[in-house]
């Protein structure tokens, strides 16, 4: 089956700029988590949302936001970029209690 | 000081040898999660334990609810075992599905 999807891979984008990024989870896992991993900081939770409701949010600023579609996509954006938030963005899908899947990663690079 | 615990962060082995990675964790939790990541990016997640021991192939995960300690253990490692190792926990604080990282253990197995 496949596997949880994220896209783009790679991004540049200029500071100031905003950026979406996508996750498509697992068929039929509802509940999509989001993660930023930058060498400073290690990984950390940004927000998870099930049937298109955020349901945990993590400590980031408000220029983080996300949502979820009615087939369990989900997306986030950041605006006004700034250079700290180069990093790895990866996404999770899970259903019910079981285990997470980790998509590969979207590598953004502010410059 | 952090909610997640992990060490060694660094740990050079030989082919063959028994390893074993630590985590710790302040709070009671609902799961205790092991997760592998390779040079690019992508994480597997190895092993999600509530209680007791769970062993797949070569990898061993323990946890001890009581002294909120986990470990995981692999048996005659192999190079190709050399990766950062992950605990996160999660259900820190009733957040079921918010996922809190330790800083990583990165494991090198030289032939």
């Known amino acids: 089956k496949a596997g949880v999807t994220q896209t783009p891979r790679y991004l540049i984008k200029t500071r100031g700029q905003q950026v979406t990024l996508s996750c498509s989870p697992i068929s039929g896992h509802r509940s999509v988590s989001w993660y930023q991993q930058t060498p400073g900081q290690g990984l950390q939770f940004l927000f998870e949302y099930f049937s298109e409701t955020q349901r945990n949010k993590g400590n980031f600023p408000g220029r983080f936001s996300g949502r979820q579609f009615s087939n369990s996509r989900s997306e986030m954006n950041v605006s006004t970029l700034e250079l700290g938030d180069s990093a790895l963005y990866l996404c999770?899908?899970?259903?019910?209690?079981?285990?997470?899947?980790f998509g590969s990663g979207t590598r953004l690079t502010v410059v | 000081k952090n909610e997640v615990e992990q060490s060694p962060q660094n740990l050079t082995a030989q082919e063959g040898e028994f390893i074993t990675i630590n985590c710790s964790y302040s709070?009671?939790?609902?799961?205790l999660h092991w997760l592998q990541q390779h040079p690019g990016g992508g994480i597997v997640s190895l092993f999600m334990?509530?209680?007791g021991k769970k062993k797949h192939g070569r990898l061993i995960a323990t946890i001890n609810i009581q002294e909120k300690h986990s470990s995981l253990h692999i048996t005659a490692s192999h190079p190709r075992d050399s990766a950062v190792y992950i605990c996160a926990a999660s259900g820190y604080g009733g957040a079921t599905n918010k996922l809190i990282f330790g800083t990583g253990t990165l494991l090198a197995v030289q032939p």
């Open positions: 999770a899908s899970r259903l019910g209690a079981s285990g997470y899947t």
């Open positions: 334990l509530s209680s």
């Open positions: 709070v009671g939790i609902s799961a």
